[in-house]
């Protein structure tokens, strides 16, 4: 079950709501309140960062990596909870102790029922004008995983990956992935 409000509603009414541990997204100054995930896609989560913390410990300095529930607040009324999101060491200055002010440069997304369209459509075409490089969508039910490169392709992945190949980014020099190895 989701919740989406009737009007919009403002940054200050999104952060004066209680604290909760389910997922909760500001799109377009709609609420957007989904059930807890279900356990494939939280193990598909806890895979992928797992991997990518793995090549952050290696690369020390390079950036930080964080994990759903962490806010991002981008223009407008929006503030989205990437499963997955990497910050250059250059863009650290985008994070505060509450919450992200700006685009993380690799945002991650595992699609849910709840939140697929948002994620595949408002979200994917916000992350893209508000300077997220990179954007991985996870498909669990299908198992690939689309990779748009925002700043060149907002419309079409210009990648499409599944089972048997690798994923890797030039984001993160080295980060390889068996698709095998995520969707076990």
Same mark, same amino acid.
């Given at each position: ?72 607040? &981008?223009?407008?009324?929006? @503030?989205?909870?990437? /499963? ?7 863009? %650290? $200055? =985008? !994070? ?64 499409? &990956?599944?089972?048997?190949? @690798?994923?890797?980014? /030039? ?7 068996? %698709? $095998? =190895? !995520?969707?076990?």
């Amino acid at each position: 079950m989701k919740t989406v409000t009737e009007r919009p509603m403002s940054l200050e009414e999104f952060d004066a709501l209680p604290e909760t541990v389910l997922p909760r997204q500001l799109v377009e100054g709609q609420l957007i309140m989904a059930l807890a995930p279900d356990r494939f896609h939280q193990s598909l989560v806890g895979i992928l960062h797992g991997e990518l913390y793995a090549w952050v410990r290696m690369h020390p300095g390079q950036g930080e990596l964080y994990i759903a529930p962490f806010d991002v607040q &981008l223009p407008g009324l929006n @503030v989205y909870q990437p /499963d997955v999101m990497f910050f250059r060491h250059d863009h %650290l $200055d =985008r !994070l505060t102790d509450q919450r992200a002010l700006g685009a993380p440069d690799l945002a991650v997304e595992v699609l849910s029922p709840s939140t697929a369209h948002y994620d595949l459509n408002e979200k994917r075409l916000h992350y893209g004008k508000s300077g997220v490089g990179e954007l991985w969508i996870v498909n669990p039910k299908r198992k690939h995983v689309q990779v748009y490169l925002l700043g060149q392709e907002v419309d079409r992945p210009v990648r499409f &990956l599944k089972a048997g190949l @690798v994923l890797t980014t /030039d984001l993160l020099p080295g980060f390889e992935l068996p %698709l $095998d =190895r !995520l969707f076990r």
